[in-house]
């Protein structure tokens, strides 16, 4: 059933409410700006003379052959090109495509994937590593849309799991070994030995080499003290498994020295686990720009210059090229239509749940998907300069450009790095000077205990512990945290922008009345309505056959049927003739219909699409189906003002429905005729005013918003590109959980304060005893046997205080 969502008066450009609309020269001015920022990108078309095997066009990006007979030389260097179009366009101004712009300054130049670190994008190189200021793993600056599993998630895997084993044995040798007498005390120390070694040389080589990197590139972090502190117990216990008459008599416990080998395995496993889960969830990131990059189709129908048809790799589709677009494809480029009438899905752009009908001179987009009549377009956008590929840019831009979470700990780790290791050395000096005899062994034994108390294990569990318990709260209460900072920064949001459809609504048409005239009750005009519509699989149609359905009205079938793109659809029922559509239809079947324009008028003003039914040619009613408002989003809204939030509505419908939708809802500002990059520097702006913003949506064009956004929130109910797009998913897209999910924020940022507190006293209070500063006193030391166990009852109670979260009401 192809016919109009709304009357031309209703579909004007505007907005109200704050701010400026964006115009259509000003959205293709961004578009065109965004074309320059990624002209870098065909900087890698450059090739020499003789060169073989494919290359890039600079114009389009498309992939073409080394010996194609379309190419031009400039600056020394040789350039092909896929068709005479992109040739002609080079020449006309080759500055525009070999000319990188200065956001590309930073990037070196390869021909392969660039890598970035997600901590600190302004790293970037070739080749896989890590990042020299952190440690973090570098990542693709742009997935792919096929890429195998990350590499360093197998090696870990394998590394954790083939020595957990060794880990569980040399933990319990060390606990419980000497109270059964398993074997001869001097031998446990060897076979402790013989468990670890492989566990921290092996499995833990990773973090020693980051540990090296941050002492090499003076750039210390929590590696630091784990290879230090890790390597030194290893180290401590290996010299007093083999020189064991090396230490003083007041070390010896059950019979031999006292060695930390489980301490060190223990931190390496720990930690290990820790990398998988978080290589496992970072892994993640890439899945909203893979959904993108998935929703293109593979292959176009062209049509040749002797109108002969064929089946061609999108990757060949050249600018100016005839393209047909048979129902239920997908419109393959962006492109204009030369031939026929269609209904066609861009929803995945406008937010707007009801087909847009295309005729010839009308621009589709790359994607879309056509949903009846066939199509002949002509290609004008391919490659990267689809509107497509400009929001996976967008996308990926916004992920980028993204701070990353500021984790307490890890804003005074170098401070604290630095000075665990500077109070180590200390001393170790100060006891070897001036301690008893064996002062260095003295020295050497406190040394290893401040190594060893400070290692970062509650440091370092103290953010994670409490994400991973408020995860699973709000996962119990239908609230999915992609990431920590979602958590961190959902309760500084101080303003909500909320997407329409699907989000403030159900985002899908639903009968809402009919109204009859001229002898016809409202049951007459459904149930004629609805059986002519049962031939048509338009939204409306399906929306109107329902309705009829629930009501219990019997259906009858169609004698004929028709459908005139666009505007509605005609047939017979019972040897009547019958039409459904919109003021177009009407006309051309000359029906007056005065008598109910000003229903119609007061319908469409509410968000309603209206249709008219006439019968031989008389006016009988009207039917009016709309996109109802969710029964708990006022409740949802209500909530969110009593808490001081600012409510904005963009949605990419008219300003008549965005105006009838905000009215309903109180919402003050709202704005429509909204596109992804509208919404995307809509954010912008408010972050540039210094507001906190949240962006909830659940479609493909929200996708660079939600990114952008201080925190993003996708409907569990809408597309997979939103949700992994979002930091925060609700899985039952109830906007009530938005509320549910700041009160978790704050009690979650208050467990790990309180986390974070208890390791740094414990830190400041255990370091000094370690030292041996209260030695003079008392005479007492603190053995690194007491430091391990001390470090490990910390780690417990920053477990034990982030398992009351459990308790947090959500």
């Not at 002062?439 to 190594?451: E, H, K, P, Q, T």
């Not at 005065?594 to 009988?620: I, N, T």
Request: charged content about 20%.
């Amino acid at each position: 059933m192809n016919r109009s969502s709304n009357e031309p008066d209703a579909m004007q450009p505007g907005r109200h409410g704050a701010g400026a609309h964006t115009s259509t020269e000003d959205q293709a001015d961004h578009g065109h700006r965004h074309e320059h920022a990624h002209d870098h990108v065909h900087e890698q078309s450059r090739t020499g003379i003789g060169t073989a095997g494919p290359v890039k066009d600079p114009v389009c990006g498309m992939t073409v052959s080394a010996d194609s007979r379309f190419h031009a030389e400039h600056a020394g260097a040789h350039y092909y090109f896929c068709s005479a179009s992109c040739q002609q366009k080079f020449k006309a101004d080759p500055g525009r495509y070999t000319i990188p712009s200065k956001s590309a300054s930073a990037e070196p130049p390869s021909e392969g994937t660039i890598y970035t670190c997600p901590m600190h994008p302004e790293i970037r190189q070739d080749h896989p590593g890590n990042c020299p200021k952190c440690g973090m793993t570098l990542e693709p600056l742009l997935p792919q849309l096929e890429q195998d599993e990350n590499p360093e998630l197998v090696d870990f895997r394998h590394r954790f799991w083939w020595t957990l084993p060794l880990t569980g044995g040399v933990f319990m040798l060390a606990m419980v070994g000497h109270r059964f007498g398993w074997m001869p005390v001097p031998m446990q120390s060897w076979v402790e030995l013989a468990l670890a070694t492989p566990v921290v040389l092996w499995a833990g080589w990773p973090f020693f080499v980051r540990c090296f990197q941050s002492i090499i590139n003076r750039s210390p972090n929590m590696w630091t003290l784990i290879g230090i502190g890790t390597g030194a117990a290893y180290v401590y216990s290996v010299i007093a498994t083999v020189t064991p008459r090396a230490f003083p008599p007041a070390f010896v416990a059950h019979g031999r020295i006292g060695v930390y080998f489980e301490a060190a395995a223990v931190i390496i496993s720990l930690t290990l686990l820790g990398q998988l889960l978080e290589l496992k969830a970072r892994s993640q990131t890439s899945a909203a720009i893979q959904s993108l990059l998935g929703l293109a189709p593979k292959t176009a129908r062209r049509i040749g210059p002797d109108n002969v048809e064929e089946d061609v790799p999108l990757t060949h589709v050249h600018v100016g090229d005839l393209l047909r677009v048979r129902p239920g494809e997908k419109v393959p480029v962006d492109g204009v239509v030369t031939e026929g009438t269609s209904a066609v899905d861009e929803s995945m752009i406008t937010g707007e749940p009801i087909p847009t009908t295309k005729r010839i001179g009308d621009r589709v987009i790359g994607a879309t998907m056509n949903t009846s009549g066939s199509l002949v377009i002509r290609s004008e956008k391919v490659g990267s300069q689809t509107v497509l590929a400009q929001i996976v840019q967008m996308v990926a831009q916004a992920q980028r450009s993204k701070a990353p979470m500021q984790r307490m700990a890890d804003k005074v780790a170098g401070v604290f790095v630095v000075g665990v290791i500077g109070i180590a050395v200390l001393t170790l000096v100060a006891w070897g000077l001036f301690g008893p005899e064996p002062s260095w062994v003295f020295g050497l034994i406190n040394a290893v205990a401040v190594l060893i108390i400070a290692c970062p294990c509650a440091l370092g569990l103290a953010t994670p512990m409490s994400i991973m318990v408020a995860s699973g709260k709000g996962a119990s209460n239908g609230i999915l945290f992609r990431d920590a900072a979602a958590i961190e920064n959902l309760r500084k949001v101080d303003t909500l922008i909320v997407d329409k459809t699907g989000t403030l609504t159900e985002g899908r048409p639903v009968f809402e009345r009919t109204i009859g005239t001229n002898g016809y009750a409202e049951e007459d005009v459904l149930r004629l309505a609805a059986s002519l519509d049962q031939g048509s699989e338009h939204p409306l149609a399906a929306a109107i056959v329902a309705a009829a359905r629930e009501r219990g009205l019997r259906l009858e079938k169609p004698e004929s049927f028709e459908s005139s793109s666009g505007i509605g659809i005609r047939g017979k029922l019972g040897g009547k003739t019958i039409a459904i559509g919109n003021t177009s239809l009407m006309e051309a079947e000359r029906v007056a219909i005065d008598p109910l324009v000003a229903q119609a008028d007061e319908l469409r003003a509410q968000g309603a699409s209206v249709m008219y039914l006439a019968v031989e040619g008389k006016l009988a009613g009207l039917l009016a189906v709309s996109d109802p408002v969710k029964a708990t989003t006022p409740e949802a809204l209500t909530h969110l003002r009593e808490e001081g939030i600012r409510v904005v509505m963009a949605t990419g419908d008219g300003i008549a429905t965005a105006k009838a939708v905000a009215g309903k809802l109180g919402v003050d500002e709202f704005y429509g005729e909204v596109k992804p990059a509208d919404k995307l520097e809509l954010v912008s702006s408010l972050q540039r005013a210094g507001a906190v913003v949240a962006m909830a949506g659940d479609g493909i064009n929200d996708a660079p918003a939600l990114a952008k956004a201080d925190v993003g929130i996708a409907m569990g109910t809408g597309t997979d590109v939103a949700m992994n797009s979002a930091q925060v998913t609700l899985v039952k897209g109830d906007l009530r959980g938005i509320a549910r999910a700041r009160q978790l924020s704050r009690a979650t940022i208050r467990n790990m304060k309180q986390n974070l507190g208890f390791a740094f006293v414990y830190n400041a209070l255990g370091v000094p005893l370690a030292a041996g500063v209260l030695y003079p006193i008392t005479g007492l030391l603190l053995s690194p046997m007491i430091a391990a166990l001390a470090m490990s009852l910390s780690s417990a109670s920053v477990i034990t205080n982030a398992l009351r979260l459990r308790k947090a009401a959500a």
